[in-house]
């Protein structure tokens, strides 16, 4: 059983900062990447930012140069630090892990319960 629990989420005004948190748990063997997903009400799910467990990053275009995601792998833990935030932002924030819970496990993908991220005008 894999656990990914979010917090940090709530209200901000445009121009302020959040930073998000997400800590997997239970029976993990390794963790291939980790990373931040969003979902505004009538939008897709999108990826906001991924860490692999080498330390590379991607972001998508509409984050660059303001958010910026960072992980503690020794307590499988990956942090979103969300600077010069924006109304467009607004939207239920998800962690994602792919991960192992095995040696000879194939990798699988878990996701957190999400944390609402709203930001006023």
């Known amino acids: 059983q894999v656990q990914l629990v979010e917090s940090g989420g709530g209200l901000v005004q445009a121009g302020g900062s959040l930073r998000l948190s997400c800590a997997a748990s239970?029976?993990?063997?390794?963790?291939?990447?980790m990373a931040w997903y969003r979902q505004a009400p009538g939008n897709q799910r999108e990826l906001v930012a991924a860490i692999t467990s080498g330390g590379n990053t991607n972001y998508a275009d509409s984050v660059k140069g303001r958010f910026t995601i960072f992980s503690v792998n020794s307590k499988n833990s990956v942090y979103l630090q969300m600077n010069s935030l924006k109304p467009e932002d607004t939207a239920v924030y998800y962690c994602?892990?792919?991960?192992?819970?095995?040696?000879?496990?194939?990798?699988?993908?878990?996701w957190g319960q999400g944390t609402q991220v709203t930001v006023s005008a």
């Open positions: 239970g029976s993990i063997f390794s963790i291939n990447v």
């Open positions: 994602s892990a792919n991960l192992k819970t095995g040696r000879w496990h194939v990798p699988s993908d878990y």
